[in-house]
Protein backbone atom coordinates (compact mmCIF):
# COMPACT_ATOMS: atom_id res chain seq x y z
CA UNK A 1 0.00 0.00 0.00
CA UNK A 2 2.01 2.85 -1.47
CA UNK A 3 1.08 6.40 0.78
CA UNK A 4 1.28 5.60 3.96
CA UNK A 5 3.65 8.55 4.90
CA UNK A 6 1.61 10.85 2.95
CA UNK A 7 2.15 14.44 4.34
CA UNK A 8 4.38 13.50 6.95
CA UNK A 9 7.57 14.85 7.86
CA UNK A 10 10.65 12.79 9.28
CA UNK A 11 14.48 13.85 10.59
CA UNK A 12 16.00 10.92 10.15
CA UNK A 13 19.65 10.18 11.45
CA UNK A 14 22.09 7.91 10.99
CA UNK A 15 21.47 8.27 7.78
CA UNK A 16 24.21 7.35 6.02
CA UNK A 17 24.49 4.05 7.37
CA UNK A 18 22.77 0.84 6.54
CA UNK A 19 19.27 0.84 8.37
CA UNK A 20 19.46 4.54 7.71
CA UNK A 21 19.78 4.91 3.94
CA UNK A 22 17.13 1.83 4.05
CA UNK A 23 14.59 3.57 6.10
CA UNK A 24 15.13 7.31 4.17
CA UNK A 25 14.56 5.44 1.14
CA UNK A 26 11.29 3.76 2.29
CA UNK A 27 9.75 6.26 3.89
CA UNK A 28 10.47 8.47 0.70
CA UNK A 29 8.18 6.17 -1.64
CA UNK A 30 5.23 5.79 1.08
CA UNK A 31 5.48 9.64 0.59
CA UNK A 32 7.22 11.37 3.56
CA UNK A 33 9.88 14.43 3.00
CA UNK A 34 12.75 13.28 4.82
CA UNK A 35 15.52 15.29 6.40
CA UNK A 36 18.78 12.95 6.48
CA UNK A 37 20.81 14.08 9.06
CA UNK A 38 24.50 12.18 9.36
CA UNK A 39 28.34 13.21 10.85
CA UNK A 40 30.00 14.95 8.43
CA UNK A 41 32.87 13.02 9.10
CA UNK A 42 32.24 9.23 9.95
CA UNK A 43 32.15 8.03 13.67
CA UNK A 44 34.67 6.64 15.30
CA UNK A 45 34.02 2.84 15.97
CA UNK A 46 35.58 -0.08 17.56
CA UNK A 47 39.42 -0.49 17.68
CA UNK A 48 39.57 3.38 15.90
CA UNK A 49 37.80 1.98 12.61
CA UNK A 50 34.74 3.23 10.96
CA UNK A 51 32.86 2.51 7.72
CA UNK A 52 33.85 5.35 5.31
CA UNK A 53 31.20 7.63 3.26
CA UNK A 54 28.60 7.60 5.60
CA UNK A 55 28.13 11.30 4.81
CA UNK A 56 28.47 10.81 0.86
CA UNK A 57 26.01 8.08 1.34
CA UNK A 58 23.46 10.39 3.26
CA UNK A 59 23.90 13.05 0.18
CA UNK A 60 23.40 10.69 -2.89
CA UNK A 61 20.82 8.39 -0.62
CA UNK A 62 18.77 12.00 -0.52
CA UNK A 63 20.08 13.00 -4.54
CA UNK A 64 18.00 9.88 -5.27
CA UNK A 65 14.99 10.32 -3.55
CA UNK A 66 15.09 14.06 -5.12
CA UNK A 67 15.69 12.29 -8.90
CA UNK A 68 12.88 9.52 -8.13
CA UNK A 69 10.34 12.77 -7.39
CA UNK A 70 10.70 12.25 -3.62
CA UNK A 71 11.53 15.39 -1.03
CA UNK A 72 14.84 14.96 0.73
CA UNK A 73 17.70 17.05 2.21
CA UNK A 74 20.78 16.39 4.01
CA UNK A 75 21.97 18.32 7.23
CA UNK A 76 25.06 17.84 9.56
CA UNK A 77 24.29 16.26 13.19
CA UNK A 78 26.45 15.35 15.61
CA UNK A 79 24.00 13.66 18.05
CA UNK A 80 26.15 14.58 20.93
CA UNK A 81 25.71 17.99 20.69
CA UNK A 82 22.18 19.52 21.76
CA UNK A 83 23.40 23.59 19.59
CA UNK A 84 23.10 20.77 16.34
CA UNK A 85 20.05 19.12 17.50
CA UNK A 86 18.32 22.62 17.95
CA UNK A 87 20.01 23.37 13.87
CA UNK A 88 18.49 19.93 12.59
CA UNK A 89 15.39 20.31 13.58
CA UNK A 90 14.97 24.56 12.84
CA UNK A 91 16.23 23.08 9.15
CA UNK A 92 13.65 20.14 9.03
CA UNK A 93 10.74 22.73 9.88
CA UNK A 94 12.15 25.91 8.11
CA UNK A 95 12.67 23.54 4.73
CA UNK A 96 9.57 20.97 5.06
CA UNK A 97 7.21 23.35 7.31
CA UNK A 98 6.75 20.77 9.99
CA UNK A 99 7.98 17.84 12.15
CA UNK A 100 6.15 14.70 12.60
CA UNK A 101 8.35 11.62 12.78
CA UNK A 102 12.09 11.31 14.46
CA UNK A 103 14.05 8.24 13.60
CA UNK A 104 16.51 8.18 16.20
CA UNK A 105 18.78 5.55 14.01
CA UNK A 106 22.03 6.38 14.73
CA UNK A 107 24.48 4.26 17.32
CA UNK A 108 27.74 3.38 17.05
CA UNK A 109 29.13 -0.63 18.77
CA UNK A 110 32.19 -1.24 20.73
CA UNK A 111 32.95 -5.13 20.44
CA UNK A 112 34.68 -6.61 23.71
CA UNK A 113 34.71 -8.09 26.95
CA UNK A 114 34.37 -6.27 30.19
CA UNK A 115 37.80 -6.14 30.79
CA UNK A 116 38.92 -4.68 27.76
CA UNK A 117 36.90 -1.42 28.23
CA UNK A 118 37.82 2.01 28.81
CA UNK A 119 36.35 4.83 30.35
CA UNK A 120 37.24 6.79 27.32
CA UNK A 121 34.75 4.27 25.09
CA UNK A 122 32.60 4.04 27.69
CA UNK A 123 31.69 7.81 27.52
CA UNK A 124 31.64 7.38 23.72
CA UNK A 125 28.74 4.81 23.52
CA UNK A 126 27.10 6.89 25.92
CA UNK A 127 27.22 9.78 24.35
CA UNK A 128 26.17 8.47 20.82
CA UNK A 129 23.53 6.16 21.64
CA UNK A 130 22.04 7.15 25.13
CA UNK A 131 22.59 11.03 25.35
CA UNK A 132 22.22 11.44 21.41
CA UNK A 133 18.68 9.47 21.84
CA UNK A 134 17.69 11.70 24.89
CA UNK A 135 18.61 15.22 23.28
CA UNK A 136 17.01 14.04 20.13
CA UNK A 137 13.55 13.59 22.11
CA UNK A 138 13.86 16.87 24.10
CA UNK A 139 14.45 18.77 20.84
CA UNK A 140 12.26 17.09 18.84
CA UNK A 141 9.07 17.10 21.34
CA UNK A 142 8.59 21.29 21.60
CA UNK A 143 8.12 21.00 17.02
CA UNK A 144 6.16 17.92 17.80
CA UNK A 145 3.45 19.92 19.95
CA UNK A 146 3.86 22.49 17.23
CA UNK A 147 2.78 20.81 14.43
CA UNK A 148 -0.10 18.79 16.64
CA UNK A 149 2.09 15.53 17.68
CA UNK A 150 4.36 13.23 16.30
CA UNK A 151 6.10 9.53 16.29
CA UNK A 152 9.66 9.48 17.81
CA UNK A 153 11.26 5.66 16.97
CA UNK A 154 14.41 4.94 18.74
CA UNK A 155 16.43 2.30 18.31
CA UNK A 156 17.61 -0.05 21.23
CA UNK A 157 18.19 -3.19 20.25
CA UNK A 158 17.80 -7.05 21.01
CA UNK A 159 20.86 -6.73 23.45
CA UNK A 160 19.30 -4.26 25.13
CA UNK A 161 16.77 -6.92 26.28
CA UNK A 162 19.03 -10.17 26.65
CA UNK A 163 22.45 -10.74 27.84
CA UNK A 164 25.39 -11.36 25.12
CA UNK A 165 28.53 -11.94 27.40
CA UNK A 166 30.17 -9.12 25.93
CA UNK A 167 30.13 -5.48 24.99
CA UNK A 168 28.94 -4.48 28.34
CA UNK A 169 28.73 -0.70 27.53
CA UNK A 170 27.00 -1.17 24.25
CA UNK A 171 24.02 -3.47 26.30
CA UNK A 172 23.57 -0.71 28.84
CA UNK A 173 23.26 1.97 26.19
CA UNK A 174 20.47 -0.28 24.54
CA UNK A 175 19.27 -1.08 28.15
CA UNK A 176 18.67 2.50 28.90
CA UNK A 177 17.05 3.20 25.41
CA UNK A 178 14.25 1.15 26.48
CA UNK A 179 13.76 2.65 29.67
CA UNK A 180 13.85 6.36 28.59
CA UNK A 181 11.21 5.35 25.80
CA UNK A 182 8.70 3.80 28.36
CA UNK A 183 9.13 7.00 30.76
CA UNK A 184 9.05 9.23 28.02
CA UNK A 185 6.16 8.18 26.56
CA UNK A 186 4.33 8.83 29.15
CA UNK A 187 5.17 12.02 29.58
CA UNK A 188 4.20 13.17 26.51
CA UNK A 189 0.58 11.31 25.50
CA UNK A 190 -1.21 13.86 26.54
CA UNK A 191 0.71 15.60 23.73
CA UNK A 192 -0.28 13.09 20.86
CA UNK A 193 3.22 11.88 20.74
CA UNK A 194 4.02 8.70 20.22
CA UNK A 195 7.20 7.05 21.58
CA UNK A 196 8.15 3.71 20.85
CA UNK A 197 11.19 1.97 20.30
CA UNK A 198 12.75 -0.80 17.63
CA UNK A 199 14.90 -3.79 19.04
CA UNK A 200 16.62 -5.12 15.83
CA UNK A 201 18.77 -8.34 16.29
CA UNK A 202 21.31 -9.41 13.76
CA UNK A 203 21.68 -7.11 10.42
CA UNK A 204 24.12 -7.36 8.19
CA UNK A 205 24.94 -3.71 7.60
CA UNK A 206 28.13 -1.35 7.40
CA UNK A 207 28.15 -1.10 11.30
CA UNK A 208 28.57 -4.82 11.79
CA UNK A 209 30.78 -5.71 9.61
CA UNK A 210 33.23 -2.65 10.40
CA UNK A 211 33.02 -3.43 14.32
CA UNK A 212 32.20 -7.62 14.82
CA UNK A 213 35.03 -9.29 13.93
CA UNK A 214 34.68 -11.42 11.02
CA UNK A 215 35.74 -14.73 12.73
CA UNK A 216 32.81 -14.11 15.16
CA UNK A 217 30.01 -13.47 12.34
CA UNK A 218 29.16 -17.51 12.00
CA UNK A 219 28.73 -18.35 15.91
CA UNK A 220 26.25 -15.24 16.24
CA UNK A 221 23.81 -16.12 13.16
CA UNK A 222 23.95 -19.78 14.64
CA UNK A 223 22.26 -18.17 17.37
CA UNK A 224 19.55 -16.75 15.23
CA UNK A 225 16.82 -19.18 15.23
CA UNK A 226 16.51 -18.02 11.12
CA UNK A 227 20.11 -18.79 10.59
CA UNK A 228 20.48 -15.59 8.81
CA UNK A 229 21.39 -11.91 9.31
CA UNK A 230 18.17 -9.55 8.95
CA UNK A 231 18.33 -7.23 5.98
CA UNK A 232 18.15 -3.19 6.37
CA UNK A 233 14.41 -3.31 4.77
CA UNK A 234 13.46 -5.58 7.21
CA UNK A 235 14.17 -2.98 9.89
CA UNK A 236 13.19 0.04 7.33
CA UNK A 237 9.28 -1.74 7.46
CA UNK A 238 9.58 -1.66 10.75
CA UNK A 239 10.41 1.88 10.95
CA UNK A 240 7.61 2.84 8.17
CA UNK A 241 4.72 1.19 10.64
CA UNK A 242 6.00 3.01 13.44
CA UNK A 243 6.04 6.71 11.77
CA UNK A 244 2.60 6.02 10.13
CA UNK A 245 -0.60 6.04 11.57
CA UNK A 246 -1.18 2.80 11.54
CA UNK A 247 0.53 2.44 14.62
CA UNK A 248 -1.68 4.79 16.30
CA UNK A 249 -2.60 2.87 19.58
CA UNK A 250 1.18 1.98 19.91
CA UNK A 251 3.70 4.24 22.68
CA UNK A 252 6.07 2.59 24.73
CA UNK A 253 6.25 -0.52 22.99
CA UNK A 254 9.52 -2.18 21.96
CA UNK A 255 8.74 -3.46 17.98
CA UNK A 256 11.69 -6.60 18.04
CA UNK A 257 12.73 -7.50 14.63
CA UNK A 258 15.58 -10.15 15.91
CA UNK A 259 14.85 -13.71 13.26
CA UNK A 260 13.82 -15.24 16.60
CA UNK A 261 16.83 -14.83 18.85
CA UNK A 262 14.30 -13.34 21.93
CA UNK A 263 12.20 -16.25 21.82
CA UNK A 264 14.06 -19.13 23.95
Known amino acids: MAGRLDG ?10 GLGSAQARLMAREGASVMLANLPEDPIIAAGKSPSGLWDTAQKVAADIRDAGGKAE ?3 LDVTQEDQWSTAVEKTESTFGRLDVLSNNAGIYYHAGLLDHTVE ?17 KT ?16 ASIY ?9 AYQSTKGAV ?35 PKEAWEPLVDLVPMK ?37
Open 140 to 155: AVPAMRRAGGGSIINF
Open 74 to 76: VVA
Open 178 to 212: RLMTKSAALEFVADNIRINAICPGMFDTNLFESSV
Open 121 to 137: KFHQIVGVNQLGVLLGM
Open 160 to 168: GIAGAGVST
Open 228 to 264: RFGKPDEIAYGAVFLASDESSFMTGSDLVIDGGYTCP
Open 8 to 17: KVILLTGAGG
